[in-house]
């Protein structure tokens, strides 16, 4: 039988990502009931630090190398593994006998090393690479992210195996009564998901949506998502400026994070989502908007048109205009609208985590 470790200790850090990443493959493996594979889960059992002290978070870094370079492939060897599998770009450099398989979910610490703190990204270059050098298989979920990986690193193409990912499972909690919840059904209301980063490029979609309501005044804009706690990243000054500045604050609705049994509602009420991002490794809210029924407008670059297809109307991401005037078609042509929910609806059917499962286990199986 192949054993196959799987570190889920960036469970304990992460929160949208990986984490999503990470737990929804589990549920997954768990339903593939494959006789072949016995899944180990690794994980320690001291607590991780999370909180913003700076001489805690170089302790957690210092930590965190001592994890995956020592103490994983010991815990591994120990426990028969044959492989290897973790989900945070990271897998131990000496293998120790077991074979590695990291998800280099897309190329963010070449992009844009200002964005890491340098201790990181000294890790990053140093050993995840290095160790990614090393490994047996790396797996990445789009094409284009494995193009720009082997762009900006001589990691070997033939290596990096591409593996869709699924949509993130929504499940609407019964009891819930949020009254803002309650107004929106009620509304017309364009949605955005994510964390509220520079790339996200929320200031053009402020400036399209500007144009926009000079025509329907009635439409609201609900940006769902946390702003980003990393300083080079966080996008939250120029956003509030924009808001207050054009005096937005009635049309435009910031309801921070929300957990998953929420969410579902902000999808299920939407008039369209629309995803304007520069720079995605693979972009999970555009298949949970198609999942929701939500016809969807996407930029026109990166990961995003290999993902929607032709399923979503694209835009100019650098172009307000150009977003404001997809935006005002979906609103106003009802078969446009009826047609993308259609082909969302299609869509769909290519990508789910009992799909993803199933490819990474028989890569695992060909190792």
Known sequence: ???????????????????????????????????????????????????KNKFLKLIEHIRFTFWKQLVLPII????????IFCAD?????????????PVLH?????????????????LFHKLGVNAAKKADAIITPTQYAKLRITEFSNLPAEKIEVIHEGPKSLHASKDDDSALIKTLTDQKYILHVGVMEKRKNIINLLKAFLLLINIHPAVKLVLVGQFSPKKDMNDQTAILEFIDK??????????GYVPDNKLVHYYKNATMYVFPSINE???????????????VAIANNSCLPEIAGNAALSFDPFNPEDIYQKMRLIIEDADLKNSLIAKGKER??????????KQTINLFKRL
């Open 1 to 51: 039988m192949l054993k196959v470790g799987i570190d889920i200790r960036d469970l304990r850090i992460a929160k949208t990502g990986v984490k999503t990443y990470t737990e929804e493959l589990i549920k997954a493996f768990k339903k593939q009931n494959d006789s072949e594979v016995k899944f180990v889960y690794l994980d320690t059992f001291i607590a991780v630090y999370t909180g």
């Open 76 to 83: 591994a060897r120990l426990k028969g593994c044959d492989i």
């Open 89 to 101: 770009f990271f897998v131990p450099y000496f293998k120790m006998g077991t074979k590695t398989v």
């Open 106 to 122: 897309d190329a963010f610490f070449f992009e844009y090393p200002e964005h890491y703190n340098k201790l990181w990204l000294f």
């Open 246 to 255: 054009n005096k937005l604050r009635e049309h435009v609705i910031l309801p």
């Open 281 to 295: 490794g693979f972009g999970i809210p555009v298949l949970e908007a198609f999942e929701q029924g939500l016809p």
């Open 348 to 357: 769909i059917k290519q990508f789910s985590w009992e799909i993803t499962a």
